[in-house]
């Protein structure tokens, strides 16, 4: 926590924060299957701190898998698959009148959906609180939709309308977000992942993002700010939205693209915030330890030319090898004193 802080805050710590994301690992590592492991909090907590102590990282995920978030809104079908993250199999919303009944619960953290979600925080909070970010991961009201109809209707309903029923689904879903992030807090989460792939220039262009997306977004935040916020697109670039994030949202902390220049990306935002350099864990499964070492170590130099700077993975596939993981993880220690 203190390496975190020290780089929010522009200081040098002993070194540069590292964040490696292992989520779904954590089955095989406790001997379960998918669906046996996410259905109880204490065991993806148990999995976050004995991964976390076996290679040596800084957070903790409180995060089971996303369509967690449509479990919140009524899903009651997730397909769980025995080589990837579970996901969402059948849709909350089919028709505009279940748009018209969707109710978002006032609090989240009083619902049995988030029963679960708690547990694993109580652990986490117990066992590292004040010690490791504990991070969650939320949902933006422009992304959201897209678990809760598929991404094809929901693009169709974004850019086609009718306007007032996309409207009234914004709206939920914005509402949710202010919802999930007050019961996230509360819980003891002190890094809360806004993950919005419609806040990039990749989804949307610059003309809908400027009139669509920053609307919501700053209607997201206007409830309980942006303390602990870190912004995501998912594998979407934030270079072109840097600026305008940090001077519509307030936001200061950027988790980047692995395919976002990191460079560049410094160029645009200067000393405003903190930066994450994120590797591109897709391809590493089929590198050789040496090449993961190589392009960890190319990140971490780019990325240390300010204290405002923390290494992290994106979601790093079941597929990738142990002897990977532990090239990525002595490279990146290597790499990050100051």
């Known amino acids: 926590m203190t390496r975190l802080v020290a780089a929010v805050e522009g200081r040098r710590a002993d070194r540069i924060p590292v964040f490696c994301n292992l989520l ?14 996410f259905s109880r909090g204490e065991h993806v907590a148990t999995a976050q701190l004995e991964l976390r102590e076996r290679y040596g990282y800084d957070n903790v995920w409180s995060l089971a898998y996303v369509g ?29 009148a279940d748009i018209e009944a969707l109710e978002v619960p006032t609090n989240l953290a009083d619902t049995p959906a988030f029963e679960q979600s708690a547990a694993c925080l109580k652990l986490l909070r117990d066992e590292v609180g004040g010690r490791y970010p504990i991070c969650a991961y939320l949902t933006g009201s422009m992304t959201l939709p897209a678990l809760l109809m598929g991404m094809d209707k929901w693009m169709e309903l974004l850019l086609l309308g009718p306007a007032s029923l996309r409207d009234d689904l914004l709206t939920k879903c914005s ?11 509360a819980a003891g989460a002190d890094v809360l992942l806004y993950a919005n792939g419609f806040g990039s220039t990749d989804f949307l262009p ?11 977004m700053k209607r997201d935040f206007a409830p309980g700010g942006v303390d602990g916020v870190v912004y995501y697109a998912g594998t979407a670039r934030l ?3 840097l600026n305008d994030v940090v001077e519509q949202l307030d936001i200061r902390a950027f988790y980047l ?31 050789t330890p040496e090449q993961v070492r190589d ?3 190319r990140i ?16 790093m596939p079941l597929n990738i090898p142990e002897a990977n993981i532990r090239a990525l993880m002595e490279a990146a220690l290597a790499n990050a004193a100051w």
């Open 68 to 96: 967690k978030e449509a479990e919140f809104l009524g899903c009651k079908d997730i397909a769980f698959a025995p080589d990837g993250p579970p996901n969402v199999r059948d849709f909350v919303l089919k028709t505009p």
């Open 239 to 241: 270079n072109p939205v």
């Open 257 to 287: 693209s692995p395919f976002d220049d990191l460079t560049e990306a410094r160029q645009r935002l200067g000393d405003r915030g903190l930066l994450s350099g994120v590797l591109n864990d897709i391809p590493i499964a089929d590198f």
């Open 24 to 37: 779904d690992q954590g089955a095989p590592h406790l001997g379960m299957s998918s669906e046996e492991y």
């Open 295 to 297: 392009e960890v170590t």
């Open 175 to 185: 509402d949710f977000y202010d919802a999930e992030a007050r019961a996230y807090r």
């Open 300 to 315: 971490i130099q780019a990325g240390k030319v300010s204290e405002r700077f923390l290494f992290g993975t994106a979601v």
């Open 206 to 216: 610059k003309r809908l993002f400027d009139a669509l997306a920053l609307p919501w």
